[in-house]
């Protein structure tokens, strides 16, 4: 009868697994061809680091040591670079992995969930409503509108596979913990090194998730134990704080407080205004994951900062909830575990992008991992509502929210079918943003629409006359699209006067000057190039391909000694680059150091990824270097 039983069982699991990716797919089945957008492009279409042309041990050791944008993140870049050897740029490709993933953390969640209400007192509970409650939460999960920014938006495939490693992690460990306590400690520890090892390619994915160890003590002392302080042992609370503690360290250097507060040198707020404004994003998030309505959702928010407790009262009053949701839940932890258990999943996963650390304000894919915990314990604490409990009834609501959700994930998908829709959608949201205005504005001309597009942004221009980002947009469009250079010129004057006197904003404007030096170069005005080149590097000394382009252009004007000067310090902070090697050891021979330029150039030779600099740099040691290859 039991082997019966069991068979039913696995026939249950593998048919629910079977209908959690099908719902998937058919909730992003829209979003097989949106286009690549923001972070993609710097991450993935303009990253030269992950185009290789075939599997290796020189190809992926190349990208996986390469200076990417997020240096930590290197299993995300190792799959943007096997997604790019098999598809180039087509998107199709890209979208199926990224679902794919979000497919199997579903998968893993329904697991983690079965594991955790077939454990001591949840199992005496819940034991006997284990597999629907574990199911449907993960379902609820799957397809809840707010996991869209993390699925469909391309390069968060780092929250992805963070969290896909976070969610085998917490698998292998409650596995673990039950083999320890039936007695068996070999497969006990065997499943913990391999959890380990787990959280590790998580943390190569993205650093967030740095804090699974206090997620697991959590889901220990809450959920599992019930509160109960004594049967926690001290010494795993320890090696976890200092585990993540040193994580932190090695992440952000030997004085992360230095490195925290010159973060906010670049943003428009404070740490403290951060942190009260947080207050209310959090807020935010959970009244999105309960009311997801479409248009709700957002991808480039305009939130208001609080720039104080009462401005806007708001603050004040999210600042109280939280405390009171502190206390409530501390008071009730034994009698009702399962909400303090929800309210400390939720805050600690949103430790390391919701504090202190000066990150964008608000983005829905931070909800990835905290929604976790809100979808199981929202499951149970409504199961246990007496009129609720009837099998019927669950499934008729479970139906009702996942159609819901369902729907509303399908139709704020159809928003990402294009860049002109994308913003079209987003500005209908925020009607005063300039930001969202600008980009609708630039998207409108690249897909031809040069007369809506040009309007938008001759009017932008007389409202924001000194805006260097709207300046250089309306300098690209009369540039590049109605090819009126002699128009374009009292733009880029104008653009000249405000940069020389330093009225612009080192970071924000960073990409549009850079932009404009990168044009500027093209066209052989390196005086023009160098103009700006030197004003960023002021702020952006860390910048290799800064210092590169200076280089170049010394180069150009053969000024060979300053030319060394630039790629040795674009050598400095990328010295695997084959291009910087070699226009450095080109630099170093036209200057007289004959034996040090050659041997950059034999290096760039090897390089088996960047054809072309290790091509020139082959050429160069045939002509310069006694016939070395």
């Given amino acids: 009868m039991s082997k019966k039983i069991n068979m039913l069982l696995r026939i249950r699991h593998i048919l629910l697994s079977f209908l959690l990716i099908s719902a998937v797919f058919a909730a992003y089945s829209c979003t097989w061809q949106t286009p690549f957008f923001f972070d993609d492009d710097g991450n993935i279409v303009h990253n030269d680091y992950i185009r290789i042309e075939k599997i290796s041990y020189d190809t992926l050791s190349y990208v996986w040591n390469a200076p990417h944008l997020n240096k930590n993140r290197k299993i995300a870049y190792l799959s943007f670079a096997l997604n790019y050897l098999w598809g180039g740029y087509d998107v199709f490709g890209y979208h199926l992995v990224n679902i794919i993933i979000h497919s199997f953390c579903g998968l893993l969640i329904a697991l983690f969930f079965s594991q955790t209400l077939n454990t001591g007192w949840l199992k005496e509970r819940y034991g006997a409503s284990a597999f629907g409650l574990s199911w449907g939460a993960a379902l609820i999960w799957a397809i809840h509108p707010i996991q869209i920014n993390a699925v469909t938006y391309i390069v968060q495939r780092m929250t992805g596979l963070s969290v896909l490693f976070s969610l085998l992690t917490m698998t292998l460990w409650m596995a673990g913990r039950k083999s320890w306590h039936d007695g068996r400690r070999y497969p006990a520890a065997l499943c913990w090194i391999f959890g380990i090892m787990a959280w590790i390619a998580g943390l190569l994915?993205?650093?967030?998730?740095?804090?699974i160890p206090l997620l697991i003590l959590a889901h220990d002392f809450f959920l599992l134990k019930r509160g109960e302080f004594f049967k926690l042992k001290w010494q795993w609370t320890a090696v976890s704080g200092i585990v993540v503690i040193i994580?932190?360290?090695?992440?952000?250097?030997?004085?992360?407080?230095?490195?925290?507060?010159?973060?906010?040198?670049?943003?428009?707020?404070?740490?403290?205004?951060?942190?009260?404004?947080?207050?209310?994003?959090?807020?935010?998030y959970i009244s999105l994951f309960y009311i997801p309505i479409a248009d709700r959702f957002s991808i480039l928010y305009e939130y208001p900062v609080s720039r104080g407790l009462f401005l806007p009262v708001s603050t004040a009053t999210s600042l109280v909830a939280w405390i009171g949701v502190g206390i409530v839940s501390w008071l009730y932890r034994k009698q009702q575990p399962i909400f303090i258990?929800?309210?400390?999943?939720?805050?600690?996963?949103?430790?390391?992008?919701?504090?202190?650390?000066?990150?964008?304000?608000?983005?829905?894919?931070?909800?990835?991992l905290p929604s976790i915990g809100l979808a199981l314990g929202s499951v149970l604490l409504i199961s246990e509502v007496s009129y609720i409990r009837q099998p019927a009834f669950q499934g008729m609501l479970l139906c009702s929210v996942l159609i819901i959700s369902g729907a509303a994930t399908y139709t704020r998908n159809m928003d990402f079918k294009d860049e002109v829709t994308l913003y079209r959608a987003e500005l209908a949201k925020y009607p005063d943003s300039q930001k969202i205005r600008m980009n609708l504005a630039l998207a409108l001309n690249d897909a031809g629409s040069i007369a809506e597009g040009g309007k938008i942004l001759e009017d932008m221009v007389k409202k924001h006359p000194d805006d260097i980002f709207i300046l250089h947009s309306r300098y690209d469009f009369l540039i590049r699209i109605q090819h009126d250079a002699q128009g374009a010129e009292p733009v880029y004057r104008h653009i000249a006067e405000l940069v020389e006197q330093d009225k612009y904003h080192p970071y924000k404007d960073v990409i549009s000057l850079q932009m404009l030096a990168d044009f500027f170069f093209r066209q052989g005005h390196y005086e023009r190039t160098l103009f700006f080149v030197k004003k960023l590097l002021k702020t952006h000394r860390h910048r290799a391909t800064l210092w590169f382009l200076e280089g170049l252009c010394y180069a150009k004007l053969e000024n060979w000694s300053r030319a060394k000067q630039s790629f040795e310090a674009a050598w400095k902070i990328s010295s695997s680059d084959a291009s910087v090697l070699y226009w450095y050891g080109i630099s170093l021979i036209n200057i007289g150091e004959h034996d040090k330029g050659c041997n950059l150039l034999e290096k760039a030779s090897h390089n088996t990824i960047e054809h072309l600099p290790a091509q020139l740099s082959r050429e160069a040691l045939k002509e310069y270097c006694s016939g070395k290859k």
């Fill in 205 to 211: 994915s993205k650093e967030n998730i740095v804090v």
């Fill in 341 to 368: 258990w929800m309210s400390a999943w939720f805050l600690i996963a949103h430790l390391v992008e919701s504090t202190i650390i000066p990150l964008e304000i608000i983005f829905e894919h931070r909800m990835y």
């Fill in 247 to 284: 994580l932190i360290f090695l992440y952000m250097g030997a004085a992360p407080w230095k490195s925290i507060l010159a973060g906010y040198a670049k943003r428009d707020f404070t740490l403290s205004e951060r942190l009260l404004t947080q207050t209310r994003v959090l807020w935010h």
